[in-house]
DNA sequence: TGCACGATCTCG
DNA sequence: GAGATCGTGCAT
């Protein structure tokens, strides 16, 4: 008796503003490589939109890094920074439109950094498909309706649009 | 082929 | 305030 469904197409075709919005209160499951099954509540996310939005990586362009980027909504887009932080992103919006979110908190954990290390995650999640995967997926539970927003974090250097408040904070 | 830097975090 | 640590994009 599964109280909850998990999430498909239609909630990740849609722009990625909308998509990081309505994340707050859904819940990502992971089943980790011993069969142990957890659910975490997200709580913090952030919105990348195109190739026009200098913060986002597809204003690089369709490149390896970016391609899943461009696929339809569900994928998984994970890439390490630092050289030692897996950040998890889902694709959202249409094919050919490169948009995603960030995961920055869920739970008691708040940190992208954090939050990819709680998950173990790696190089092997990039690609990935929300809707067919046994280890990492997203199910629909109550949106948590108080929120924030602010401007995304560390992305100074992305002229005009590092003012855009597409950074969203559950709680009041 | 090389190099500077990043959607970060921890420790001191 | 600095170090850890490495893939990526762009210059050379």
């Keep these: 008796m599964t109280a909850f469904s998990r999430l498909r197409s239609a909630f990740f075709r849609r722009d990625a503003v909308t998509v990081a919005r309505e994340l707050l209160g859904k819940t990502i499951v992971r089943r980790f490589e ?3 099954i957890k659910r975490f509540v997200i709580v913090e ?12 990586h597809a204003s690089k362009g369709r490149t390896p890094r970016t391609e899943v980027m461009y ?8 890439y390490l920074i630092y050289g030692m932080y897996w950040m998890l992103n889902f694709v959202t ?14 739970d008691n954990v708040i940190g992208s950094g954090r939050v990819g290390r709680l998950l173990q995650l790696d190089k092997t999640f990039y690609g990935e498909d929300l809707f067919t995967s046994e ?5 629909d ?5 108080q929120y924030t927003t602010a401007p995304r974090v560390g ?3 992305a002229g005009e649009w590092k003012d855009r408040k597409w950074r969203f904070i559950a709680g009041k």
Excluded: F, N
Excluded at 93 to 100: I, L, S, V, Y
Excluded at 141 to 145: F, G, N, Q, V, Y
């Design 34 to 36: 011993s069969g142990e």
């Design 45 to 56: 996310t952030e919105a990348y939109l195109g190739e026009d939005d200098l913060a986002c």
């Design 71 to 78: 696929h339809d909504g569900g994928k998984i887009y994970v």
């Design 93 to 106: 919006g249409d094919d050919g439109h490169p948009q995603a979110v960030l995961i920055r908190g869920v």
């Design 135 to 139: 280890r990492l997926w997203v199910e």
């Design 141 to 145: 539970s109550p949106m948590l309706e």
């Design 155 to 157: 992305v100074d250097y």
